[in-house]
């Protein structure tokens, strides 16, 4: 099956300053790639995603970078401020296959 | 803005006792499923449903689990016989796969019911 990594782990920032988590899947056919956000005891809310086709999309402070040959996504989230703490989950499918692969999760804590 | 409700939002329940969880995912979705997180783990895909009939399972899913969509709104999970590594939170989720005409849609989770097999 599907092998998704993410790290680090546990990510410390400054508030204001930019965060940056990396996902690693496996299957070189996998063509959607969301982000989820999970706040503590909280179910799990897409923040964004991306397709295989686009290298690269952006909301407002949320980004998502793709490098297919690599075989990795990367979350970036830019000036920082606390309600951004939470668990960070990246997900992997393959087209036709509505079944998401999870990563273990980063936890992101922004330092007031 | 419509969401994914699950009932209970937790139920503790002996070893060996049958528990259903129950779910309404968003009206106009197709595509249905449940998913586990063990505490402080990576949320694990158990099950999706289409067209009334299981569509994909994982490993997880084993005889002990089965999933049912009684009438048009509810979606089910029943654990026969539970174990005590069934203890997790089991997310429902619903989407709507024709918005990304076919490729995977975005999932959007309910709040989730916390299992605690004693």
């Known amino acids: 099956g599907e092998n998704v990594e993410q790290h680090p782990s546990t990510l410390s920032v400054q508030e204001g300053d930019s965060a940056v988590i990396k996902c690693t899947y496996s299957?070189?056919?996998?063509?959607?790639f969301p982000w989820y956000k999970q706040e503590l005891g909280k179910r799990p809310q897409l923040i964004i995603d991306i397709r295989s086709n686009v290298g690269e999309k952006k909301d407002q402070r949320i980004a998502v970078t793709l490098n297919k040959t690599a075989k990795h996504f990367s979350l970036h989230i830019t000036e920082t401020q606390p309600e951004d703490s939470a668990v960070y989950f990246c997900a992997v499918s393959l087209y036709g296959n509505n079944r998401l692969a999870f990563g273990k999760g980063n936890q992101v804590v922004v330092i007031p | 803005e419509p969401e994914v409700t699950q009932t209970p939002s937790h139920q503790v329940t002996q070893m060996g006792q049958e528990v259903i969880l129950r779910c309404v995912p968003i009206?106009?979705?197709?595509?249905f499923y449940w998913y586990r997180q063990i505490l402080g783990q990576k949320v694990e895909f158990l099950v999706s449903?289409?067209?009334?009939?299981?569509?994909?399972k994982s490993e997880i899913f084993d005889d002990q689990f089965s999933v049912e969509r009684p009438d048009g709104s509810n979606f089910t999970l029943k654990i026969r016989s539970t174990k005590l590594e069934d203890s997790a939170m089991y997310f429902c989720?619903?989407?709507?796969?024709?918005?990304?005409?076919?490729?995977?849609?975005?999932?959007?989770f309910g709040e989730g019911s916390r299992l605690t097999v004693l």
């Open positions: 299957d070189s056919a996998s063509n959607y």
């Open positions: 989720a619903s989407s709507d796969s024709r918005t990304s005409g076919g490729d995977t849609g975005e999932l959007f």
């Open positions: 449903f289409y067209n009334n009939e299981i569509s994909e």
């Open positions: 009206s106009n979705h197709l595509y």
